[in-house]
């Protein structure tokens, strides 16, 4: 090149480096075609091309065609044979890796085995940098404390808004506490989720599933399951599962390592995750039922974590229930519970007494005297031929079964526990001999008894949502005998009746409290401290009521005076009454405080946004937004304060609370004096301006007419107002 | 506790009007009529016929002897109030939007509607009160043609010569009318149509209301925004009580514009805002359409709202006990 520069520069000076610079081609100077095989016979060269063709046949058999040409075979020239090694030429590097995948280690006959290396790999180890360098270590940060939140000092809630493509993240306290916490800048995602006890957010993203957390919401996990739709974390939060639509496909080139998926993870869509450590953990396919004529829609959560996180299962529908162990995510004891016709199972949850047990059981460790609490599963079989449908409690791992009901004229079941474990509800939808109409048991297991005692209460109607009270020992039914059951259309309000229930401590049964008759409450929520209940209509178009009652109005009175004997059912008192037009969520925050309705632009486009309601029914906040989407209450992990700690709080309440209400006192004093010294600004203001009008008025005008405005305006004095607001009164104008 | 309902009108009421003793409503709609109520039990004392279109608005003049109306139908009618009969007819090229009367009721001011390629334009016109009136000067004594947006609404202000407009685009300005230039404008005073004015008593301030759902009021001499009151619908009224800490204000979603019968959706009330704090105070349900237009009782002890067919009366006392709320007592 330079020779031909040199001959050109007298007649030209012209520099054409810049323009050979750019043109040059890049010769492909790499050898990653190129692989060394090794363990090769050593022959003399009358046999080379028998050994080549037979060498070719066994790389054709592995689907990896190579011809003789291709083979280039080194001679010791002083011994006139083979040095038992060759090279191999594949037309491309793909080739090559898969005849290193296909062949390393290939037995080749009973003495040689193949043994393959990149050619490059050779050069590469053989200049590789021999000495010892020392790792530079990573200095010490500490990570933020994921639970910072719990510790403001006002004690407040936290709740994430979505609306359009902004989240923001609130505090929600008191009418002068409430602020936004926190306004991310998270992109591009299908929605959030907390997890179960606060301590992280999630948002799903194309890519995947990434956790949020921390005071400063710093990215603390992802999971990259491309084109996720659902999450669900499990009670302790150690693992997660999400699932996608789509099957699991790995491209070559991708990233590898136990964050990613392997190519034995193509074709299933669900995964589980280890949070801490970011691993995968194992995936599975929900396609299990193909073949099956119903296409029944998926269950989600459709892996159940035991309460304690060290068992998950999973049910195959009519056949069997498959509980996996924890971390491993193998089989327990290599064998699913083959179980003939189960429909569907629930875990019993654990009680906060349970649940400190296996807390000890954990720090003592394998030491400790008590053993933690075995997990109970409850599930259930349909009328299979001549057998009777059956609900089944089954201790686990002992694997023993603990009680069996039998059950008749069975259509469906549904498990609903009652959230410290002590009660099981088994909701039996039952049809008549005729098969026409289906009417409803509840067979309610008493779990802390001996020998599981079952009770049946035994209705007329279809109940349509049933929920029982917090660590409590009542329940609410909504049951329905309309006709328009089952066909909803545009306009349609189902008639529903409201009940509650309470154990009867003296029969020690359950006994109806109260039934509120034609309603339209289809949604139940109690507040998770129990006592207050909502009844709420949700996604109907014409009607959005919420009914705010406490079921223990009278309590106060009879905790302070000696036993009343009172009429059952008369302590359920009603609260409030109110409305929130389109609401399609209820949520109570984790104090059991107050209450969120939200109205979503998933469901509808009518007046979207959220309202938050003290327990009375008390409107606080009400936000109209357009394309209001989510709000969530960040939910709070089980309190730290021991039983006795908690009673002593109990105890002293009062003079705790004499240090808020100090406390209120003295913010409402500050908001009074700023507001009134806002409005007394105001009226000087104004009133400083009138004057100078008034006076430019004279000014300018000096005709008879003046006199008379005079006097009209001396009344036009503004009052300033000092009292705050005695009472609001609303009159309905009708026409 | 009923609010006086007014059935009269045929079509949506656009202008409603209280004269200067109170006793007396005027009130135009889209149906060509113009009734006159007494205003202490809502009997009607009469109708104006004669217009051939939507009359657009009303005037009165301060003895209640005059009146003006203008139409869809090019006309600015002069009428007298005790007769009914029709003194004397203006012809435009155009609808008339907008009429008032002076301080002295010497004067009216009139809008005509920008259309089939005439400007809008702001006539003055000298009204001549000897004998019964029907001898007027055909030609106005004024006129002109705002340049930009065209003119919406427009008032007398306290200083001579002047009036204040208000304007399509939002613009609120000041015109000398004797020689048609802009005095002063605020081009941003709102962000869309302007559907209302109304003065207060000494026309030193005045309120606005836009369909850019907020009202504001203005100095009429140096066109500051003096207070802004903002709510979630768009205006169509908004009105000053006088001696009274209050300014009302009404509107409503149209109902092209709505995508729900829901009347919740229209947000159909009168509102009560304080005027100096600028914060809601009460609102008083009724109507079941948009409220077009608001006028309060010189007095300031009781209003009159005008919707859809439909016009209320109500009495109300600014109850001084329960100081932040506002209950309405209607009769």
């Known amino acids: 090149m330079s020779g031909v520069t040199q001959n050109v520069e007298n007649v030209d000076d012209i520099d054409y480096s810049d323009i050979e610079a750019k043109y040059k081609v890049e010769y492909d100077d790499s050898f990653d075609n190129t692989l060394i095989v090794d363990g090769v016979p050593i022959i003399d060269k009358s046999k080379l091309e028998r050994l080549l063709t037979k060498i070719c046949k066994e790389f054709s058999r592995k689907g990896v065609p190579v011809k003789p040409d291709d083979i280039f075979m080194p001679w010791d020239e002083s011994t006139g044979k083979s040095k038992g090694y060759l090279f191999m030429d594949f037309r491309n590097a793909n080739d090559a890796n898969t005849a290193l995948i296909a062949m390393d280690n290939h037995p080749f006959d009973a003495k040689h085995t193949f043994k393959l290396n990149r050619f490059d790999d050779g050069e590469k180890y053989a200049n590789m940098d021999e000495t010892y360098v020392e790792p530079e270590i990573e200095e010490y ?291 008549t001999k005729t098969k026409k109409s289906i009417f409803c048991n509840l067979e309610i297991f008493r779990v802390r008894e001996k020998d599981f005692p079952v009770e049946v209460v035994e209705l007329k109607d279809t109940v349509t949502d049933f929920s029982w009270e917090p660590k409590g020992e009542r329940f609410a039914i909504v049951s329905t005998n309309d006709p328009n059951l089952g066909n909803p259309g545009p306009g349609i309000t189902i008639k529903t009746d409201v009940s509650f229930y309470q154990l009867d401590r003296v029969k020690n049964d359950f006994k109806l409290l109260k039934t509120l008759p034609n309603r339209t409450s289809n949604a139940i929520r109690w507040s998770p401290r129990g006592r207050f209940v909502v009844l709420a209509t949700v996604g109907s178009s014409t009607k959005s009521e919420l009914e705010f009652w406490d079921l223990d109005f009278t309590l106060e009175d009879r905790r302070d005076g000696q036993v009343v004997k009172e009429d059952w059912g008369s302590s359920i008192q009603s609260l409030g009454l109110a409305d929130h037009y389109g609401v399609t969520d209820v949520e109570w925050d984790p104090s059991g405080r107050y209450l969120a309705t939200s109205a979503s632009a998933w469901t509808h486009t009518l007046e979207n946004g959220y309202a938050i309601w ?106 300033v107002w000092v009292e705050e607001v005695v009472e609001q009164i609303e009159e309905e104008v009708e026409d | ?134 001898k007027q000067s055909k030609e106005p004594a004024h006129i002109f043609n705002p340049i930009g947006s065209k003119a919406t609404v427009c008032a007398f202000t306290s200083q001579p010569s002047i009036i204040f407009t208000g304007h399509e685009s939002g613009k609120v300005a000041l015109f000398n009318f004797k020689t048609g230039e802009e005095v002063d404008s605020n081009e941003r005073a709102h962000s869309d149509v302007v559907t209302d004015l109304q003065m207060s008593p000494d026309k030193t301030y005045c309120i606005t209301s836009s369909k850019d759902k907020s009202a504001r009021i203005h ?67 009724g109507h079941f359409g948009p409220i077009n237009t608001i006028a309060v009782h010189p007095k300031g002890n009781s209003y009159a709202s005008g919707g859809r067919m439909v016009l209320y009366e109500y009495i109300i006392s600014m109850n001084r006990t329960s100081k932040r709320s506002l209950t309405v007592i209607c009769r």
């Open chain 2, 219 to 285: 100095d009429t001499k140096t066109l500051d925004v003096i207070k802004t009151f903002t709510t979630e619908t768009p205006l169509n009224s908004a009105a000053i009580a006088p001696n009274k800490p209050y300014v009302l204000l009404g509107g409503g979603q149209e109902a092209m514009s709505v995508t729900t019968t829901s009347l919740r959706q229209g947000k159909f009330e009168t509102r009560f805002w304080h005027k100096v704090f600028e914060e809601e105070v009460g609102r008083v349900k």
């Open chain 1, 141 to 431: 940060t500490p990570r933020e404390h994921l639970r910072a939140w719990l510790t403001d000092p006002q004690g407040r809630d936290q709740y994430v808004v979505y609306r359009g493509d902004d989240v923001e993240i609130f505090w929600h306290g008191k009418p002068s506490q409430c602020e936004l916490a926190y306004k991310p800048d998270w992109k591009d995602f299908l929605y959030v989720s907390w997890s179960p006890q606060g301590t992280y957010i999630a948002t799903l993203h194309r890519q995947g599933v990434r956790l949020w957390g921390g005071p400063s919401w710093k990215p603390q996990q992802r999971f990259a399951h491309p084109l996720v739709k659902l999450i669900d974390f499990s009670p302790c939060e150690n693992y997660v599962v999400t699932w996608s639509n789509e099957p699991i496909v790995v491209p070559e080139g991708k990233p590898q390592g136990p964050q990613y998926f392997s190519p034995d993870d193509e074709g299933n869509n669900l995964a589980v995750w280890d949070i801490k450590s970011g691993h995968l953990l194992r995936t599975f396919s929900t396609n299990t039922g193909t073949e099956g004529a119903v296409k029944r829609q998926m269950q989600w959560p459709a892996l159940k974590w035991s309460p304690d996180d060290k068992f998950v299962a999973r049910v195959t529908p009519g056949q069997m229930i498959s509980v996996h162990e924890l971390p491993s995510m193998f089989l327990h004891d290599k064998k699913s519970l083959k179980i003939e016709g189960v429909v569907d199972f629930e875990w019993c949850p654990l009680s906060d007494k349970d649940r400190d047990e296996v807390e000890k059981v954990a720090s003592v460790g394998a030491k400790g005297a008590k053993k933690a609490p075995e997990n109970m599963i409850a599930y259930w079989t349909p009328e299979v031929a001549n057998q009777p449908a059956r609900v089944t409690l089954l201790s686990f791992p002992g694997r023993a079964i603990l009680r069996q009901k039998n059950l008749f004229n069975v259509s469906e079941c549904k498990l609903h526990w009652q959230n410290q474990g002590d009660f099981l509800c088994v909701k039996v939808d039952r049809h």
């Open chain 1, 614 to 719: 003290d327990f009375r029914g008390q409107e606080l906040l009400k936000q109209i937004q357009d394309r209001f989407k989510q709000f969530l209450w960040r939910p709070r992990p089980r309190t730290l304060l021991s039983k006795d700690q908690q009673k002593q709080i109990r105890k002293n309440l009062k003079e705790f609370s004499r240090v808020f209400e100090e406390e209120d006192q003295r913010e409402s004093e500050n908001v009074n004096t700023e507001l009134l010294a806002l409005r007394r600004r105001l009226v000087d203001e104004w009133n400083a301006w009138r004057a100078r009008s008034k006076k430019e008025l004279g000014e300018g005008q000096g005709h008879d007419h003046a006199k008379e405005k005079q006097s009209e305006e001396d009344k036009e004095e503004i009052e």
């Open chain 2, 1 to 134: 506790m009923r609010p006086i309902l007014l059935q009269g009108h045929e079509r949506s009421l656009t202008q409603i009007k209280y004269n200067r003793d109170g006793d007396l409503l005027f009130s135009c709609s889209k149906d060509h009529v113009i009734n006159v109520w007494y205003t202490h039990n809502g009997e009607r004392l009469g109708t104006y016929d004669g217009h051939n279109g939507t009359v657009w608005t009303v005037d009165v003049d301060s003895e209640s002897r005059f009146f003006v109306s203008g139409s869809a139908d090019n006309q600015l009618r002069l009428w007298n109030v005790a007769t009914g009969k029709c003194l004397y007819t203006w012809e435009f090229p155009t609808a008339v939007k907008r009429v008032a009367f002076s301080e002295d009721d010497k004067q009216v001011v009139c809008i005509t509607e920008q259309r089939m390629g005439y400007q809008c334009t702001i006539r003055v016109f000298n009204i001549s009160r000897n004998g019964d009136g029907s």
